[in-house]
């Protein structure tokens, strides 16, 4: 909490992001602001401005229903939510910053935000996805960090964002470096009867979680598209989760074994390759025969909503074929090279000597 003129100022919330999850996200943490004595009842949503069909915006269609029609319709935000659609005004009162948008647009919305925060802010990240430099792979949280100068703790678990919305009981592990103090207050500003949080002092591990598991859920998508069962798909969670674990602690040394229990790793893999969106749209890619790409399948059955798995699947790559750690990690090797039509979808479950997805899985490769 802030110090102003000797008296404690509460906690002011702005949500960066108004997709599905944001919206959801900005929906239970109004819950608990209005609520809680340390946080100011509103909390301020930042929307990428659109006009509907209707011709209305949809910053002004949210405030007046108290609804996003668009990436969350039936669900009432709250009346302390407030659509705000300028990036500036919408953080310039804000000390806690919840990063949600799609990976893609952060950086970019990162670089308007420099110098326009609140001495004192802090943020966290539910985004799940990363960036590669130049210098290597960079993690989103590391980006907000390092652009914004402020602390970045990040929020990821087996959340998908409709279950949420109508308060059905879910965990999430919130990841931080160090400030526990700044953790457990976010954990505060989250919790509620039906969204768990549990704190482990493992950002990088957390983060890679929820950030690798969306191309796994591709494999996953795949192997449903190509009717092979649950014996399949579940030896395609089964190998990912340990292709995970060895591509985070290469990246990570630090990262740790026990994350990958919280919900974060193992829970979250398992809702994605059974209810998300990279799995249904993985699924439809695989039933087309590959031959309609996954922006086209993205754009018609997402309605706006946006895939991370494909393009977290191509930054992996790249960083694999940097370090030629292809053959370490055939499923996410495979899954990006039949994103890109390199591979069809059927390779993902079969042997070859460039691809050998399922015949690596028990196989004694030093990193895993
Ligand atoms: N939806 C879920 O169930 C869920 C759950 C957990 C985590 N996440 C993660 O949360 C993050 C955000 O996903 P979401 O589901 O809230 O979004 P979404 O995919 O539902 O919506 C896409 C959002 O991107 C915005 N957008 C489009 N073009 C833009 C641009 N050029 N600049 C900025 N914004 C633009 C749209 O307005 C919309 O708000 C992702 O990393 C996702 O993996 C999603
Ligand atoms: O719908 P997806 O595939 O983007 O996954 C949603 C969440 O990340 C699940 O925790």
Redesign the pocket.
Known sequence: MMMMNGHADKHRVAVI?????????SRLIASNTAKLPDFHDEVRMW????TLPTGEK?SESINQAHENC??LPGIKLGTNVIADPDLESTVKDADMLVF??????VE??CKKLVGKLRPGAEAIS????MEVKMEGPCM?SKLIKDTLGINCCVL??A????E?AVEKFSEATIGYREDKQAANRWAKLFTTSYFLVAVVEDIEGVELC?TLK?VVAIAAGLVDGLDMGNNTKAAIMRIGLREMRAFSKLLFPSVRDNTFFESCGVADLITTCLG??NRRVAEAFARNGGKRSFDELEAEM?H?????GVSTAREVYEVLTHHGWQELFPLLSTVHEICIGQLPPTSIVEYSEHTPVLSLVGGSTPCY
Not at 126 to 129: D, H, M, V
Not at 304 to 308: I, P, R
């Open positions: 992001g108004s997709g599905n999850w944001g919206s959801v996200a929307v990428f401005e659109e949809l668009k990436y949600v948008t799609p990976h893609q647009f970019g919305i539910l985004i799940k996805g989103i990821m678990g959340n998908i964002a409709n949420i929820g969306n998300g969106r997402l706006g909503q946006k895939l991370q």
